[in-house]
């Protein structure tokens, strides 16, 4: 824009003002975001041999990827836990925003309530999952408890170092991101619906499913895009749970990016970046969130 422009129409900067208020964002998303992740693309089309890398373009790493039984299997896994947890946290997410949205009525109780879900996160995210070692362990909290009320007479050996390990340690750290989004949209129901709905003669199940569901539907679907972002690139909790034998795309992505690996490491980024942009678009598509909150 030259100077000859703005002086000749000095009406231009107020007319344009909301596109100079955009600009600060564009910047910054434009340096941390676009660019990021076209070098991320660009670099999944390097030349990787075992001891170098050049800028030579090819797509044997992508072949790579989509050839082996062993990466694409964990992009398979990844997907598979992914719909596991989400769907654990709603079940076991939803229930306790009910309690808290609906049932307390208090707004001190429900401030209680909530502060004491994320308790746990006054802790380091490691010493949370590494606690859950000898709570599932051979000799944890959880075998001896079933074996002194005489439910088990041997110890179960698959809490620990296996799939459901990861699937627990996660459900139990992302929950409450489930747990406050939908507690959020519930707290907002108008009470005078519901009672209205019952003067009309209304069950309880009619009344959850024609009003109090459709309204916390917004909350879910945040819950949802929180949960599913952080779960689809957790390598952390895998790791320290599953023995590193369960393998998520995250865990191959550090493994590679530790073997200076950086072409195939880039591949598994955009793949994963690739999942997560199209679970939050399906996710966005059930509401539309600038309307409802």
Request: net charge positive.
């Amino acid at each position: 824009m030259s100077a000859e422009t703005i002086q000749s129409n000095p009406g231009f900067l107020t007319r344009n003002k909301h596109y100079w208020l955009l600009a600060p964002g564009v910047v910054w998303l434009t340096l941390f975001l676009v660019v990021p992740l076209g070098m991320m693309v660009y670099v999944s089309f390097w030349t990787q041999t075992t001891f170098a890398i050049s800028n030579d373009l090819t797509l044997k790493s992508w072949q790579t990827f989509f050839a082996s039984e062993t990466y694409f299997g964990a992009l398979i896994r990844t997907i598979r836990i992914w719909l596991t947890v989400l769907l654990l946290t709603i079940l076991i997410g939803y229930p306790a925003a009910l309690f808290i949205g609906q049932m307390v009525r208090n707004n001190t109780t429900q401030t209680i309530l909530l502060v004491a879900c994320v308790i746990p996160f006054w802790t380091s995210f490691l010493i949370r999952v590494l606690a859950w070692r000898p709570m599932l362990g051979k000799e944890g909290a959880i075998n001896i408890l079933l074996q002194k009320f005489g439910l088990i007479e041997s110890p179960i050996e698959v809490l620990l170092f296996t799939e459901l390990a990861v699937i627990i340690g996660m459900v139990q750290i992302y929950v409450v991101f489930m747990v406050g989004p939908i507690a959020f949209m519930l707290a907002r129901i108008d009470q005078s619906l519901i009672e209205a709905a019952r003067d009309l003669g209304a069950s309880g199940w009619t009344i959850f499913r024609k009003i109090i569901l459709p309204l916390s539907l917004p909350g879910v679907v945040v819950g949802a895009i929180f949960v599913s972002v952080m779960v689809l690139g957790e390598f952390a909790t895998s790791s320290a749970l599953s023995g590193r034998k369960v393998n998520l795309l995250g865990n191959i992505i550090v493994t590679q990016v530790g073997s200076l690996k950086w072409a195939f490491a880039a591949v598994i980024g955009v793949v994963l970046t690739a999942v997560m942009a199209l679970v939050v678009t399906i996710l966005l598509r059930i509401v539309d969130l600038r309307k409802q909150l």
